[in-house]
């Protein structure tokens, strides 16, 4: 396979031509440890590449991390990710192609159509369990699940971006102690004990993004990050707006104590067999709540507060393809390879630690976020 190809001296070569033997067609979105890229497998598949900044390649910690994350993807597969095409973790710019999946990202569904109704939620909560089931199946923590890093569907959800994700069996450790993860969405053992999580901490995360669907901002609300890691340790979770059938479900994967927590399987089961809670996850202004928790307006609020998400302001080569309206009229586009693109290409890749917490255009790798 040949190699990561750049465009010579161009004022963008920050933005390569090629990953592999892939043509990179768009620049879907960047975050501060690559860029995402719309390409095109020779037989007419559309895939998200997303591509390694040039100064992170030459960091073996990153490198070891990258490898782990293209490891951890593909040992997962199921109806509820998006598959590993190829990668290429030694190349000078690493990579990984994983198959395009339009649809928005959750956290754009809720900023755009306000929190989503009853049903939509149930439907929305079963299809993540059922992506933790088989993500823990595969042996592997996830580690990061929030708003930006799921996909909506015609089929349900999709759990995307697997950049700090680690598999039980894994000799690296988080890294010298550091915290990786996103403080909205993690766990009281991710702030307290981060060499020892497991399993339980993407319950917790789970019981977050569902509040998160429910009322447009998270069970612990605060523009301060520490404030949000504090709140996640010692204080109870706000529950207000989530609806009174799913708020026991919340709360219990919302637990301090990673063996109160339910298991993937107990959250389906408690959910009722598919007839009851119905299929996928629709989007558009058809899976809002229509006023609770104060609409579009509410949502926006925290939305991109710690996601760190930002369209990519480097190569334009043209828009990437429009989604099929879903049922109510209202797709968009999306990517995986890392990151969770929206409609209007807002991608957030792989960064760690409270790095997640800034952002801007990324114009040439050196932007949009620390390390």
Same mark, same amino acid.
């Given at each position: 396979?040949?190699?990561?190809?750049?465009?010579?001296?161009?004022?963008?070569?920050? +933005? *390569?031509?090629?990953?592999?033997?892939?043509?990179?067609?768009?620049?879907?979105?960047? #975050?501060?440890?690559?860029? @995402? !890229?719309?390409?095109?497998?020779?037989?007419?598949?559309?895939?998200?590449?997303? @591509?390694? !900044?040039?100064?992170?390649?030459? $960091?073996?910690?990153?490198?070891?991390?990258?490898?782990?994350?293209?490891?951890?993807?593909?040992?997962?597969?199921?109806?509820?990710?998006?598959?590993?095409?190829?990668?290429?973790?030694?190349?000078?710019?690493?990579?990984?192609?994983?198959?395009?999946?339009? %649809?928005?990202?959750?956290?754009?569904?809720?900023?755009?159509?306000?929190?989503?109704?009853?049903?939509?939620?149930?439907?929305?909560?079963?299809?993540?369990?059922?992506?933790?089931?088989?993500?823990?199946?595969?042996?592997?923590?996830?580690?990061?699940?929030?708003?930006?890093?799921?996909?909506?569907?015609? /089929?349900?959800?999709?759990?995307?971006?697997?950049?700090?994700?680690?598999?039980?069996?894994?000799?690296?450790?988080?890294?010298?102690?550091?915290?990786?993860?996103? *403080?909205?969405?993690?766990?009281?053992?991710?702030?307290?004990?981060?060499?020892?999580?497991?399993?339980?901490?993407?319950?917790?995360?789970?019981?977050?993004?569902?509040?998160?669907?429910?009322? %447009?901002?998270?069970?612990?609300?605060?523009?301060?990050?520490?404030?949000?890691?504090?709140?996640? @340790?010692?204080?109870?979770?706000?529950? %207000?707006?989530?609806?009174?059938?799913?708020?026991?479900?919340?709360?219990?994967?919302?637990?301090?104590?990673?063996? $109160?927590?339910?298991?993937?399987?107990?959250?389906?089961?408690?959910?009722?067999?598919?007839?009851?809670?119905?299929?996928?996850?629709?989007?558009?202004?058809?899976?809002?709540?229509?006023?609770?928790?104060?609409?579009?307006?509410?949502?926006?609020?925290?939305?991109?507060? +710690?996601?760190?998400? !930002?369209?990519?302001?480097?190569?334009?080569? #043209?828009?990437?393809?429009?989604?099929?309206?879903?049922?109510?009229?209202?797709?968009?586009?999306?990517?995986?390879?890392? /990151?969770?693109?929206?409609?209007?290409?807002?991608?957030?890749?792989?960064?760690?630690?409270?790095?997640?917490?800034?952002? #801007?255009?990324?114009?040439?790798?050196?932007?949009?976020?620390?390390?």
């Amino acid at each position: 396979m040949p190699p990561l190809r750049e465009p010579g001296a161009h004022p963008e070569a920050e +933005f *390569p031509q090629y990953a592999g033997a892939y043509r990179l067609e768009a620049c879907l979105g960047s #975050g501060g440890m690559g860029v @995402v !890229h719309l390409a095109r497998s020779a037989s007419g598949m559309q895939l998200a590449v997303k @591509v390694v !900044h040039a100064p992170y390649a030459a $960091d073996p910690e990153f490198r070891a991390r990258f490898r782990q994350e293209v490891a951890a993807a593909r040992r997962v597969s199921g109806a509820f990710t998006a598959p590993v095409v190829d990668a290429d973790p030694e190349a000078d710019r690493p990579w990984m192609a994983t198959l395009y999946v339009p %649809g928005p990202t959750l956290a754009e569904q809720v900023k755009r159509n306000g929190p989503m109704s009853p049903a939509a939620l149930r439907r929305l909560t079963a299809g993540l369990a059922e992506a933790l089931r088989d993500i823990h199946r595969a042996g592997v923590i996830h580690r990061d699940l929030k708003p930006s890093n799921v996909l909506l569907t015609d /089929g349900g959800p999709k759990v995307i971006d697997f950049g700090i994700s680690r598999p039980y069996d894994s000799d690296l450790r988080t890294e010298t102690g550091k915290l990786i993860g996103s *403080p909205p969405y993690m766990a009281p053992e991710q702030f307290q004990r981060p060499r020892e999580v497991g399993p339980p901490v993407d319950v917790f995360a789970l019981g977050a993004v569902i509040v998160h669907a429910a009322t %447009g901002r998270g069970p612990f609300d605060s523009d301060s990050p520490y404030i949000v890691a504090y709140q996640v @340790v010692h204080d109870q979770p706000d529950l %207000g707006g989530v609806p009174e059938e799913l708020a026991p479900l919340v709360a219990r994967c919302l637990a301090k104590d990673p063996a $109160d927590r339910p298991t993937p399987d107990e959250v389906m089961a408690a959910l009722g067999p598919p007839s009851v809670r119905g299929r996928g996850v629709r989007t558009g202004a058809a899976a809002a709540g229509g006023g609770r928790g104060g609409g579009a307006g509410r949502a926006g609020r925290g939305a991109g507060r +710690f996601g760190g998400e !930002h369209a990519c302001a480097g190569r334009a080569a #043209g828009p990437p393809p429009v989604a099929a309206p879903g049922p109510a009229g209202r797709g968009g586009g999306g990517a995986s390879a890392g /990151g969770g693109c929206g409609g209007r290409g807002v991608c957030g890749v792989g960064r760690r630690g409270y790095g997640r917490y800034g952002g #801007g255009p990324c114009r040439d790798g050196s932007g949009g976020g620390r390390a």
